[in-house]
């Protein structure tokens, strides 16, 4: 887990550069149907060089201090492919990534890259909410005869049934920040109300019935 200075300064930058959105007045809507008073989209690091190379220089402390023995990198797609990709360069290791399915045409690969079964690999993800898609990709790599050391994430959104579904799957996550460390930088830099807190605070506790 990262430092609490750390966890700080990605949660500011991802609230300067707008990467994530705090609406408690006016929820979005996922795709799961869930209303959320925040939209991620950590993507949007990418177009800022100094936010970039930061969240890329930690998430490569953190699998070298956790995981001293891996050999590669992979990325879930999509949104973890340029973050892999960096941290990967920044290891000096392979980096391969994995499809939300089987390409439909050529080589009709669900991995891509040199797959080297037994290899020791860390997963790369943007964001951590269920956890669903991202340890979908770590079924397809354990099915493939790697060996998935564990997953690394720029932000989670700290939910139960996410803690839940990495304990069971075995895998161990690393998150550079999250949720509660987001709503103290967010209040302290007056992107949202001290009074909006209790009700953004309830969301993380039960997201799928919040503002229903």
């Known amino acids: 887990m990262s430092t609490t200075l750390t966890a700080q300064s990605i949660a500011s930058s ?3 550069i707008k ?3 705090l609406q408690p007045n006016n929820p979005f809507t996922w795709a799961s149907g869930w209303n959320s008073p925040i939209y991620c989209d ?8 100094e936010v970039r190379e930061f969240i890329t220089d930690k998430l490569a402390e953190e699998i070298k201090a956790t995981f001293s023995n891996v050999e590669a990198i992979a990325g879930v797609a999509t949104a973890g492919i340029p973050q892999g990709a960096l ?11 994995v499809r939300s399915k089987a390409k439909g045409h050529g080589m009709t690969n669900l991995i891509e890259g040199k797959v080297v079964e037994g290899q020791k690999v860390v997963v790369i993800e943007d964001l951590v909410s269920t956890g669903g898609s991202s340890l979908k990709a770590v079924e ?3 099915a493939a005869n790697i060996e998935v050391l564990g997953m690394a994430a720029i932000f989670t959104y700290g939910f139960d049934v996410a803690d839940k579904n990495f304990e069971e799957a075995n895998v161990e996550l690393l998150t550079l920040s999250n949720y509660e460390v987001l709503l103290k930088e ?3 830099k007056g992107y949202v109300k001290a009074e909006d807190l209790e009700k953004l605070s309830a969301w ?7 503002g229903k």
């Open 42 to 49: 950590n993507r949007l690091s990418l177009s800022f060089p």
């Open 204 to 210: 993380r506790t039960s997201p799928s019935t919040w």
């Open 19 to 21: 990467a994530i959105k």
């Open 140 to 142: 397809d790599l354990r």
């Open 186 to 188: 967010a209040i302290e």
């Open 87 to 97: 941290v990967a360069a920044k290891l000096g290791i392979p980096f391969i990534y």
């Open 14 to 16: 991802l609230l300067d």
